[in-house]
């Protein structure tokens, strides 16, 4: 169902009546020819502020001239034909693919999208992964609604002073300059939601984000019939103190799902981008209590039947949490209303400490509410496995119900124009039809070296007419010097080998990491024939300290002597900042401590312009780098402190820098051209783009989880919800009845078979009680051990009921073809089975008995 637009704020005259309409969808935002039209009416503006609504307001009465120009016409129409073949395409990829889940959308939340920095409504990485997801969803015709919040004050924009200190400031937006919409009721009255927090009501206005085929809805509870305090509620992103921060998130979830219902969404799935949306399983389990009258039980196995959780934080601490009087003070009034106990809601997100303290986590909401959940690349599903494996303690962390999604980027936002030239010219202009094809990305193998070095230079040369633009700004800001303006016009050199950093700046990235030897470094920037140059950008939360304090020293080393003007900084990180540097730089580097960057999806951008990664085996790096595309930096070594691997990894990213990125570079042809370099740039084209965009990953969201949840969520809420309370009771019945069951025999018996073969039968015994044999599943497991001892299990084979006792045991049988490998450690498992559940761990009840 789409959310429809009655009227736009503003109107234009004709024959630019649909500009609006062009303007407040954020198609444009990955559409060149679309921000051409827009700046042709005036660049100046254009440039400043990249912003076709305010552009428009301020700027309409030039569309009376523009009406006589023959070449803004024709570039109108041609805009127009494009948006209009691109939204009313039939012939999507999930149309075609899944045809029959056509109708009710993914309900997306997340608190912060990043789709483009016209709408500042995002803080990092998070955002800007929510923001390409939802454009590939858009891309792929996947019926999509997020869900968010619209931030008055957005997340802070950052100046230094002139020691490094960060000042942050917060801007005061104005919505009626931003591409959003106020979305209404039927009656013309503005659309605003009411949720409950400590006994008042508070409300928020319900605003509308078009992504290209995808909607957005956003809620602002900075409106006039709100309490001033209330006011201040969705002023900033990850702003306020923690009463500030849960009010946030019951309005995200709670209000989210109340949103989408006033506008008639009932969405097939429910996915949670990271914790910060998880009261949206509260919501919906007291919706299911108080219409269709279903106990606490089952209304919980209907929620999580099409609940998809993602978690995108790698350490226990940086997961959102909650104290238990906190939670008390916000909920026990609502669990009243809905004859909920509250104990029942705080148990599902408690979460204990080694100290005994005992808190709430989304986290562990989300994790226990999903029918899946995923971590952000493959190395962060393990880490995320082992990090949540007490919540299903007898389970082996490699069979833990949490698998993996790898981040990508939306290919069309991050790409120079000049590199989608590049590949319309060899391939044709439906090259993004293949995004996720592997065979058609070797085609970048021959793509000649003179095309993509020039190509390359160009975009050199761009980034460094940006980096001066934004210096000179920054330098006359805090009143530099004449001759210091002067310099910061000729800063970099177009012919150095640039290196870029920018993302958020806590402390286990270590922006910091390339100058644990200056001495050494300043050898690099300023040698005669090879220099090297550092672009850095990124802002650390204002509550971070010590992530100011790296900001700090990073600017504070821009200004030594032999590094001035060649290690630069830029202040107030954005997408428009990004966009210039993934677009540009020779080198992304990226240096975290490992396994702390769940994925680290920056560094995905710049195989798409040509450029090389430079990283840490963390994250995406970890299972995108082959040796031939790209560079590894370090290896995570077991017993070091933090302070030792800092200064191991320290000592292999210079040696890595000196005898293979900056060789690789400057080693030259007759014709000038790095044959090497731009072999590795290839290669890393060519393996690394179809991997990790997000057509590929949206297509594996659809395939492995959405599609799953979706049918596991009609057949719970099928038949007035009987499977859903069938569930219910057996999970009810086999967490009593699991304490009492044991193996009363497990043994193998060698069989003699014929041609001197001999065959192994293993028997087994197990106590089930009151337990009918249906219910429970017993494997064969071949083991290896775990460093936490529970066994990872390398092989698991069923056994066969041979006898039924009238004394509860259960008999159970496999014969294998061949004797038993003895050099291997065996064990016999006993495991829940029914066919609703969502994964054979889901509960994580398990019963071992080691084979004898």
């Not at 997340?155 to 200190?165: A, I, P, S, V």
């Not at 007898?394 to 989608?420: K, Q």
């Not at 065979?439 to 095309?451: L, N, Y």
């Not at 450029?611 to 595309?629: M, Q, R, T, V």
Request: with cysteine; hydrophobic share 40%; glycine share 6%.
């Amino acid at each position: 169902m789409k959310i429809a637009v009655s009227a736009y704020p503003f109107r234009c005259p004709k024959p630019f009546q649909r500009l609006p309409e062009l303007a407040y969808n954020l198609w444009w935002s990955w559409q060149p020819e679309a921000q051409s039209l827009f700046a042709y009416i005036d660049a100046a503006s254009w440039h400043q502020q990249r912003n076709p609504v305010k552009l428009l307001r301020e700027h309409g009465a030039a569309l009376h001239k523009l009406a006589r120009d023959v070449h803004f016409l024709a570039m109108y129409e041609e805009v127009l034909r494009a948006f209009d073949e691109y939204m009313q395409a039939t012939s999507t990829w999930h149309a075609s693919r899944y045809p029959h889940e056509q109708k009710a959308p993914v309900a997306y939340f997340c608190a912060e999208f990043g789709f483009h920095e016209s709408l500042p409504i995002y803080c990092g990485g998070l955002g800007i992964l929510a923001g390409d997801h939802t454009k590939a969803a858009s891309d792929l015709g996947v019926p999509f609604v997020g869900v968010g919040l619209l931030y008055k004050n957005g997340y802070f924009t950052q100046h230094l002073d002139k020691q490094g200190n960060q000042l942050a400031e917060y801007p005061d937006f104005d919505f009626a300059n931003l591409p959003v919409l106020p979305l209404r009721q039927q009656n013309g009255k503005l659309l605003q939601i009411a949720v409950e927090l400590t006994g008042r009501r508070v409300f928020a206005q319900c605003w509308l984000v078009n992504v290209g085929r995808a909607q957005v809805i956003v809620l602002d509870a900075d409106i006039a019939r709100n309490r001033p305090r209330d006011r201040k509620i969705t002023a900033q992103l990850y702003g306020g103190d923690r009463d500030t921060r849960l009010s946030q998130e019951i309005i995200l979830g709670m209000g989210g799902v109340r949103a989408l219902r006033a506008l008639g969404i009932s969405p097939a799935v429910w996915h949670l981008n990271e914790g910060h949306a998880a009261f949206v399983l509260f919501e919906r389990i007291a919706e299911l209590r108080q219409k269709h009258n279903l106990d606490f039980a089952a209304a919980a196995e209907v929620v999580a039947a099409n609940t998809v959780f993602t978690t995108h934080t790698p350490v226990p601490a940086g997961n959102e949490a909650f104290s238990l009087p906190l939670m008390d003070k916000y909920f026990r009034r609502f669990s009243a209303q809905n004859k909920i106990e509250l104990s029942q809601l705080l148990n599902l997100g408690l979460q204990t400490e080694n100290s005994g303290y005992k808190f709430f986590s989304m986290t562990v909401l989300a994790l226990r509410l999903a029918s899946g959940s995923n971590g952000v690349s493959q190395l962060h599903g393990q880490v995320s496995r082992a990090m949540w494996k007490h919540l299903w303690p007898e389970t082996p962390a490699a069979e833990s119900p949490i698998t993996a999604i790898t981040n990508g980027v939306h290919a069309d936002t991050w790409l120079a124009p000049e590199m989608a030239d590049l590949y319309a010219r060899h391939w044709g202009k439906n090259w993004r039809a293949h995004l996720d094809d592997l065979t058609f990305w070797r085609r970048a193998h021959a793509i000649p070296d003179e095309e993509l070095w020039r190509v390359r230079r160009h975009q050199k040369m761009c980034l460094i007419d940006f980096v001066r633009q934004r210096l000179l700004q920054q330098l006359k800001r805090r009143g530099a010097s004449p001759p210091q303006i002067k310099a910061a016009s000729q800063a970099l050199n177009p012919e150095a080998l640039t290196i870029g950093f920018a993302r958020r700046f806590a402390s286990y990235k270590r922006a910091d990491l390339i100058f644990s030897e200056v001495k050494r470094l300043e050898k690099l920037v300023n040698h005669s024939k090879r220099p090297v140059q550092i672009i850095f950008a990124g802002k650390a939360h204002p509550q971070d300290r010590e992530g100011q304090a790296i900001l700090r020293r990073v600017y504070q080393m821009t200004q030594r002597p032999r590094l001035q003007g060649k290690v630069i900084l830029l202040e107030d990180y954005d997408m428009n900042v990004g966009r210039h540097l993934v677009q540009g730089v020779d080198v992304w580097l990226n240096n975290p401590r490992r396994p702390m960057e769940a994925s680290g999806t920056s560094g995905q951008k710049v195989p798409l312009n040509g450029g090389l990664n430079c990283s840490i085996l963390d994250g995406w790096w970890e299972e995108g780098y082959d040796g031939k595309n790209g560079w590894a930096i370090g290896k995570a070594t077991a017993g070091l402190s933090e302070a030792e691997q800092d200064r191991a990894d320290a000592r292999t990213l210079y040696d890595v820098l000196e005898k293979e990125v900056i060789p690789s570079y400057y080693r030259r042809n007759r014709e000038g051209l790095p044959p090497q370099w731009l072999k590795q740039a290839k290669a890393s084209m060519a393996s690394l783009i179809p991997q990790f965009n997000t057509a590929t990953m949206v297509k594996n969201y659809v395939e492995k989880l959405y599609v799953p949840v979706l049918r596991r969520g009609e057949l719970f809420e099928s038949h007035r919800f009987a499977q859903a309370a069938e569930l219910a009771e057996i999970k009810e019945k086999l967490r009593a009845n699991w304490p009492l069951l044991y193996f009363t025999q497990a043994t193998t018996q060698t069989i003699k078979a014929k041609k001197r073969r001999t065959k192994s039968n293993i028997v087994a015994g197990v106590y089930l009680g009151a337990l009918h044999p249906h219910l429970v599943q017993v494997e064969v497991c071949a083991l290896a051990p775990e460093l936490n001892g529970t066994p990872a299990v390398m092989q698991a084979m069923p056994m066969q009921l041979a006898q039924q006792d009238e004394n509860g045991v259960c008999h159970y049988h496999l014969e294998l073809s061949n004797k038993l490998d003895r050099s291997q450690q065996w064990g016999i498992r006993v495991l829940p089975r029914h066919p609703a559940l969502s994964h054979k761990h889901e509960m994580g009840l398990i019963l071992w008995q080691n084979l004898e």
